[in-house]
């Protein structure tokens, strides 16, 4: 695989190892390059990658970053040691679920509750081929596995987000070039449609979604 690019990421030795495949093309060059925010307030900011296809959670919280289930036992007991309150619109988890039976919230083990929370998290994604790119990141609040808008992807840093201690180099060299390969293999189909017709498809009504109101 070729990768043009203007930073580096930790995977890119991998490409000394395999050699440059002019028909592999891998282009990270971006006007903007998602890296982790830094904020006035010390609250957990939740990022969602997609990354070939599947998708994974990360937790920024005080210039550390948490994926696995055992990093996520570690945030949970250091947001409560800091008195941070949290829940599951804000990426977290707490130790409470429903009860269908009873139509009541009932405690739960907190082990089984991060693990619930991980998986929900981390799921198969078509979100690269949807956007045709490998890599893809939201920090979107508050969204669902599949509930994350087309315009809030963008193209992160991975190194910056610790990827390398969860993603092996080869594996993720790998990965992006048979992603590129499903690209060259799968055009991507022009839209020949007019700008009403477009307009249509996205569910606007010509005569009421546009009336200048007084």
Sequence with gaps: MKIISKHKEYYDYVQGIY?????????RRVEYL????EFDEEKPRTYYFAICGRKYLVIHYL???????DEL???HKLLK???????RNDGLVDNYH???????RKKSNIETEVKRFYDEGNVETDYNKIHRHPVLVSNYHGTSNYGVYDHDWSIPYLTKFGFGSWIPAEEIYRDISYFIGWLNDNPEI???????EKILSHGF???KSFRHRK
Excluded: A, C, W
Aim: charged share 30%; aromatic share 12%; proline share 4%.
């Design 19 to 27: 050699g440059i495949d002019e028909l592999l093309t891998y282009d």
């Design 34 to 37: 998602e890296k982790p925010r």
């Design 63 to 69: 210039d550390n970053f948490y994926h696995t289930i």
């Design 73 to 75: 036992m570690v945030l």
């Design 81 to 87: 040691k800091n008195g941070i309150s949290y829940d």
């Design 98 to 104: 429903y009860d269908h039976r009873t139509y009541r």
């Design 190 to 196: 022009p839209n020949n449609q007019t700008n009403k």
């Design 205 to 207: 009504d010509m005569k």
